[in-house]
């Protein structure tokens, strides 16, 4: 056999192969996603003017009259807060349509405002493309208001009006289905309680086969995956062991909450998915506006909280901004954002661990590419590996003179899986290496928090790997306040 053919046969002949993936790894659309780590929520409908959370799908459409609604408000407001895209309530449970659906009466085609020639949808996505941020929609299964819900006939409705959501405002990054499923409706004016099989009435194969085809690089999210699962709460704070996978089989939007919260949303190490979780949480103690709630917005600190456990855990983050009756994010909620905004900017703005000499107890194959070096570069493509048989190893990081600290963040190359099991981080002080943090899975980002230190060195020790370890980052920051870090109840 000749030398040409043995090259084409092995692709990295002469040179280290990269590490095998480890588990299941995830899409193209599920990397994006990924690095979008924080976007929001628009909740807004008939709800808004009835004061109410859950619509009962009887509200007359003249209620909703906006007085001065600004989608690029809501752009420019989540963008100036860090956002990379906003998700809007297409339809809520009450079944009004915030665009004008050919399929439904019930929308703001027979609404007092803009004389029904609006289409807050069309004016949101428009918005979006104007500040930069990327589009995602949410499409309620459940509708009050259709009088053949729960009959044959209402799935061909849903997939009806997802396809118009999906071809006539861009591109989508998120579709987002929630799990509420059935109960007491107007139902065309039937008022009675409905019940439906959430396991098999809406047949959501038909449905995902149709995002796939319309918009292909669109995750879908429920408590059922099948590219973003729930994180099982909606208080803003997810899993300190986090793991991306899942095994999906018998789940199904809308599944019993204990079911889901016992067995699936912190993950499972052996998923054969990858399914990453998303964080939901509201700016307010409701999801769509009150005016009883304007001193009730998160503050900027409860706001930086959540980032840390949602975020700073590994799973992304959507906040609910919930527009007010005159169409407007509330100044009390913009407030709250350009605090957290402030925060982030000024300690994520130095990494310390830049520049910085780096060495490894092992790389893989003794191979440049897979160098220590490569957790300080700022490239997320590259990493440091180790050899195929470690599973433990240390990086250690000598800065450029004594540096004052309080939080790690690491990533892993989570395009080749997730690995890492446990890790710690010490700091060399008074010329003795001192624990400092510690911590189980990284996955796509954990960001830890721990007392001050000031040190010239630092060493990161992964404990417990699955595989061979692939990590692309470790960076040291400092908080951007004169207050000690305190561990923080994020269950509250």
């Not at 579709?175 to 019940?195: L, M, P, Q, S």
Request: net charge negative.
């Amino acid at each position: 056999m000749g030398m040409g053919v043995l090259l084409a046969n092995n692709l990295y002949a002469g040179e280290t192969p990269p590490p095998a993936p480890c588990g299941a790894v995830p899409t193209a659309r599920q990397l994006a996603w990924h690095e979008m780590e924080f976007y929001g929520f628009i909740h807004f409908t008939v709800n808004t003017f009835t004061d109410k959370e859950w619509g009962y799908g009887d509200e007359s459409e003249s209620v909703f009259n906006p007085t001065a609604l600004d989608a690029r408000q809501w752009a420019r407001t989540a963008r100036d807060a860090g956002m990379k895209g906003l998700i809007i309530t297409a339809k809520h449970h009450d079944g009004f349509c915030l665009w004008p659906s050919a399929y439904t009466e019930h929308s703001v085609k027979n609404s007092p405002w803009k004389n029904g020639h609006g289409d807050v949808v069309k004016e949101l996505a428009d918005a979006c493309r104007e500040y930069g941020l990327k589009f995602g929609i949410y499409l309620s299964p459940w509708d009050r208001n259709r009088a053949d819900y729960s009959t044959p006939t209402y799935p061909a409705y849903y997939r009806n009006q997802l396809r118009e959501l999906l071809t006539n405002y861009g591109p989508i990054f998120e579709v987002w289905c929630d799990g509420a499923n059935g109960g007491d409706g107007f139902y065309g004016g039937a008022h009675e309680t409905r019940k439906i099989d959430a396991a098999n009435y809406y047949d959501w194969p038909a449905t995902r086969k149709l995002v796939r085809l319309l918009q292909p690089d669109a995750v879908m999210f429920s408590d059922a995956g099948p590219d973003v699962r729930w994180v099982g709460n909606e208080k803003g704070v997810g899993f300190e062991t986090n793991w991306m996978a899942l095994q999906p089989k018998g789940l199904y939007p809308g599944i019993d909450p204990s079911i889901y919260n016992a067995h699936y949303a912190a993950g499972q190490p052996d998923g054969s998915s990858w399914v990453p979780p998303e964080v939901d949480v509201s700016i307010r103690p409701g999801w769509f506006y009150h005016a009883s709630e304007d001193n009730q917005v998160k503050s900027q600190q409860r706001l930086i909280e959540i980032y840390y456990g949602s975020v700073g855990r590994g799973c992304s983050l959507l906040l609910n901004l919930p527009p007010d009756r005159r169409g407007l994010i509330h100044e009390n909620d913009v407030a709250s954002l350009n605090g957290l905004r402030h925060y982030l900017d000024c300690t994520f703005k130095m990494d310390l661990a830049a520049g910085a000499e780096v060495t490894a107890s092992n790389t893989r194959g003794g191979d440049n590419r897979y160098s220590a070096t490569n957790v300080i570069s700022g490239d997320s493509k590259s990493y440091w590996a180790t050899d195929d048989k470690v599973t433990t190893g240390s990086i250690e990081i000598e800065l450029n003179g004594a540096k004052q600290f309080d939080q790690v963040m690491l990533q892993e190359y989570i395009a080749l899986g997730q690995r890492v099991e446990s890790w710690n981080l010490e700091a060399q002080v008074d010329d003795r290496w001192t624990q400092i943090a510690s911590g189980a899975t990284i996955g796509y980002k954990t960001i830890t928090r721990f007392a001050l230190v000031s040190a010239s060195k630092a060493r990161l020790n992964i404990s417990q790997s699955r595989g061979c370890i692939a990590l692309s980052r470790v960076g040291l920051f400092l908080s951007a306040t004169s207050e000690p870090y305190a561990k923080v109840d994020l269950s509250r």
